[in-house]
């Protein structure tokens, strides 16, 4: 990091300017998560078999039926086998949906048998079952514990060696892989684990075969060995037998899975899915796990601010150790995550405080690994470099320790070290030392996902580019930029045909910063304004593939889900045979890297028949290759800004060439544009100042904005044939309903959608053949999910972003006399993109919307003044003249400047 942004860093932290800052540090070193799950299954029996229909029965870890029913009566409970009944007293518990009867008192004969449920004499459903020895009854197992806990690991393996009893064997591979891992043998214990799963399905016992696999998948995450993750809750969720406890540990697992392959909505999918199981069986230790992994899935998608208040609400008095230590490593690396993202306020002391805590519960080394890198980090920022340096010699020692043990030990190595460990070379003006780290990261990122490298890929380049620039070579950091790009536009690819969010985009303003910078640098201004308009296109790209994917009809689904599955399993390939690689022989080396490059060339061309699938079905894409000299008109010009370090750059498009200025850091009006300038498109450019100055009209020029210059670039399809109106859909609007209606009576032919006729099916039915467009009703918008903004229609239905890009509207234009659907704030990031831009996307020439909350009397006379002043010709003018007029009586009209022009200054209509 460059001396100058450590001596700026206090102001900087209170900058308005700091977003894109904060985002370029996260960038640079993206924490990981600690390991947050621990998923040891307990001694459970069995149910061999159930009644269609009957109450729900499960046991709990400590072998004692749980049976959930509807209503509470009188139950009876009964162990019954061939020696007699045996009566079961319960305690009886409310909890949502119904309640729990949950068995106590003496431990019935072990053996097969059969639970009887009665409601007085009445039976009302049996189910067969098996108990099994508990190792807390078993001498053999508890005196091996015993020799566990006291650290003689060599009389615990001899105890567990002389058991003899068929039961106490049953549960012996349980105990012997918590000796392994008590060993820190993180490969013996997943053996034992599996091992113990095979056993288990001989006996018959099935809910411990899908929670031994789940161990052994825990396991496999702290070796991170992902391919043998995966393939152990394959297995896991495939012998689950439908307890909900069983359940809940393997959907927890495949979230954690699914977060760690970056796919966002299946992690979000299976965590939610472990949730309901553990509030159905009532596991508040579960429960508490699955949430902190909830929250670092909401800090990963930006949304620090619910991850830190649902972590929050973690913590409270009389948790266990073991538990307290990982909230405490959760919570500090949630709040350091939320500091660089600029979401917080810096606060390195409670940070500290955390971590410290966090230290003194921490004993497995993985975790002690991922500590120290993150206490690195937090010493980085506080530009506490020698602080910075002894921990990540820490980190490094507890890495040699755990390799000199052999081939079994677990490589703790985090790809978060070699991020740090570079940046730290790079705050000490070591260059070639920062080259070194990020050509190790890099390396890693080939081995582990091919060319692409992913997410780590990408960064690896923006470091050793960092390095570059920093030794003086500009022309290598240009070469690193560029393949950093390229590499980030595969990753976002990849991304959006999972159908996952794209947060990985909230990062790519540093890369995106440091390229314009360098075009800049080397005097190619038109280079600068292209790099950061194409970033902006491929968001938009990643968008549109969702809207396919999400609007695709059953069989071509089908064929989505098949060439998925394909993509998947090769992505699963190569990480299994990434995960071996620690292990393979020398002798067998070549081999291995033979069959590396055979999957890593299978994993691209499968992704590339995806993408092609995909891409085959996205209407009017985006461009990303123009030239924006050549897009303008005469008098009109491109405004992009754009970041730089230190601060941002004012970008210039017009006929006469791209021009560079530097930005002031408060803007009140808008910077001066080029001669002859009568129109000025402003781009979505992340800096608010200049949003708002473009948005009163104060200047010469009429202004309109866009999400990304190249959608100039798109040709203006031929409109149709008939306006729509849609007023009032919920019937509380009575100056939208009149002003509906007037609009009715003025253009001839028009389809009035009013009231209850208002439906989700009528409005995009009319979208297709609309000539121009009227929507006024309840507009819904959250700057944190813009694209989850939305007009309230009728029957509680709604028009949102995906319903708009759906539908085809080309060459209209676009009314939303609805409240906030153009908010500054998501034109003001250029990760944000709210309804107006999916009406660009739909084909809409030029789309009129509010940025903030309006009544309903302000909405309708904005509107009659802007179609009085020919707004449905000439729209920038049409607004510019009743923002003036609106303006000359603000105690009538206070929201005078809430209207926003998105698109084009006039519409080339060829049926007007």
């Known amino acids: 990091m460059p001396d100058f942004l450590f001596e700026q860093l206090p102001a900087l932290w209170r900058s308005a300017g700091f977003k894109a800052l904060a985002m370029s540090l996260l960038a640079a070193a993206s924490c990981s998560p600690p390991e947050y799950i621990e998923s040891e299954p307990h001694a459970q029996a069995e149910l061999l078999g159930r009644r269609a229909r009957a109450p729900e029965p499960w046991f709990d870890s400590h072998k004692r039926p749980i049976i959930r029913v509807g209503f509470t009566a009188d139950w009876h409970i009964e162990w019954s086998t ?36 009665r409601l007085g004499a009445e039976e009302v459903a049996r189910w067969a079952g098996r108990w099994t020895v508990s190792p807390d009854a078993s001498p053999g197992l508890s005196e091996a514990r015993a020799y566990r806990e006291a650290g003689d690991f060599d009389a615990a ?51 411990e075969v899908s929670r031994r696999l789940g161990a052994a998948a825990f396991v496999a995450k702290r070796q991170r060995r992902i391919g043998a993750m995966a393939a152990h809750l394959r297995d896991a969720a495939a012998a689950n037998g439908g307890d909900p406890m069983s359940i809940a540990m393997t959907a927890h697992m495949q979230g954690i899975l699914a977060r760690e392959m ?86 390195f002391d409670a940070v500290e405080v955390w971590f410290d805590a966090a230290e003194i519960r921490s004993r497995e080394p993985d975790t002690a690994v991922n500590l120290y890198v993150n206490r690195a980090w937090r010493a980085l920022m506080a530009r ?107 990753v976002g690819v990849e991304a959006s045909l999972r159908r996952s969010r794209v947060p ?6 540093a890369l995106v910063d440091e390229a314009v910078e360098a075009a800049l640098e080397a005097g190619e201004p038109a280079s600068a304004f292209v790099i950061a308009d194409r970033a902006r296109a491929r968001l938009f790209r990643g968008l549109q593939r969702m809207q396919v994917i999400n609007r695709l009809d059953a069989p071509a689904r089908l064929a989505l889900a098949a060439l998925r599955e394909q993509a998947e399993e090769t992505r699963r390939r190569l ?82 060439g791209v021009v560079a200025r530097p930005l002031a850091p408060s803007i009140d009006a808008l910077p001066q544009p080029p001669p002859g300038t009568r129109h000025v498109f402003v781009v979505a450019s992340g800096h608010p100042d200049v949003q708002r100055a473009a948005a009163r009209h104060d200047g010469a020029e009429t202004v309109s904005f866009l999400p990304m210059a190249a959608w100039l670039a798109k040709p203006q399809g031929r409109p149709g044939h008939t306006p729509l109106i849609v007023a009032d859909p919920i019937g509380d609007l009575p100056h939208a309903r009149s002003a509906g209606r007037a609009l009715a009576q ?60 759906a539908v085809r509207v080309p060459g209209s234009l676009v009314v939303l006399s609805a409240c ?66 609106l303006r000359e009586a603000p105690d009538d009209n206070p929201n005078w400047d809430a209207w926003r022009l998105v698109g084009r200054p006039t519409l080339d209509n060829p049926n007007r």
């Open 82 to 117: 061939g020696d007699g009944d045996l009566p079961l007293p319960y305690e009886e518990r409310r909890v949502p949906g119904g309640w729990l009867l949950e068995t106590g008192g003496s431990t019935p004969p072990i053996g097969p048998g059969v639970i009887v449920l």
């Open 157 to 207: 393996h001899a105890a567990l060696d002389g058991l003899r009893d068929p039961d106490e064997l049953l549960w012996a591979p349980v105990e012997r892989a918590r000796l392994f891992t008590a060993e820190e043998d993180l490969e013996r214990a997943r053996q034992a684990w599996i091992e113990g799963a095979a056993l288990a399905e001989r006996r018959g016992v099935e809910s």
């Open 262 to 347: 970056a796919d966002w909505r299946a992690a979000e999918a299976h965590f939610a899915r472990a949730a309901a199981a553990a509030r159905r069986a009532d596991m508040p230790q579960q429960l508490h796990r699955i949430d902190e992994s909830r929250a670092t899935l909401l800090s990963a998608l930006g949304l620090h601010g619910e991850a830190l208040e649902l972590i929050a609400r973690l913590d409270r008095p009389g948790l266990p150790e073991s538990v307290a230590g990982r909230l405490a490593l959760n919570t500090g690396w949630l709040l350091l995550r939320a500091m660089i993202a600029g979401a917080i306020a810096p606060d």
């Open 384 to 490: 506490d470099l020698p602080d910075a340096r002894w921990w990540l010699g820490r980190a490094r020692d507890v890495i040699d320790r755990a390799r000199r043990k052999g081939p079994g030990a677990a490589s703790f190595a985090p790809p978060d070290l070699p991020l740090v460990e570079g940046k730290v070379a790079i705050a000490e003006g070591d260059w070639r030392a920062a080259e070194q780290h990020f050509s190790r990261l890099d390396a890693r990122a080939r081995v582990e996902l091919g060319e692409d490298g992913g997410d780590l890929g990408w960064r690896a380049d923006l470091g050793r580019a960092r390095a570059a620039r920093g030794a003086g070579d500009l022309r290598v950091a240009r070469a690193f930029l560029d393949r950093a790009l390229a590499r980030l536009d595969r």
């Open 504 to 509: 990985f985009f909230a990062d790519r303003a």
């Open 575 to 656: 990480a299994a045979l990434w995960a071996e690689e620690p292990w393979v022989a020398g002798s067998a080396k070549r081999s291995w890297a033979r069959d590396l490059r055979e999957a890593q060339a299978l994993r691209r061309d499968a992704f590339d028949a995806l993408a092609e699938f995909v891409e085959r079905r996205v209407a009017d894409p985006m461009p990303t290759d123009f030239d924006p000299v050549a897009t303008v008109r005469p008098g009109e010009a491109i405004l992009s800004v754009a970041g730089v370090r230190g601060g941002r750059v004012a970008l210039w498009a017009a006929p006469s």
């Open 746 to 805: 003025q253009w001839a032919g028009a389809t009035l959608l009013v009231g209850d006729s208002a439906t989700k099916d009528a409005v995009r039915q009319a979208l297709g053949d609309a000539s121009r467009v009227h929507l006024s009703g309840h507009g819904r918008l959250e700057v944190a999910h813009p694209w989850e903004a939305h007009l309230v229609l009728a029957d509680g239905t709604r028009l949102d972003a995906f319903d708009v890009m």
């Open 820 to 885: 906030r659907v153009g908010a500054d704030d998501v034109l003001a990031r250029d990760d944000l993109l709210g309804l107006p831009e999916a009406f660009l996307a739909a084909g809409a020439a030029a789309v009129v919307a509010a940025d903030r909350t309006v009544k309903d009397k302000e909405a309708g006379r904005f509107t009659t003044l802007f179609y009085a002043k020919g707004g449905a010709d000439e729209p920038a003018a049409a607004l510019r003249a009743a923002v003036r007029e």
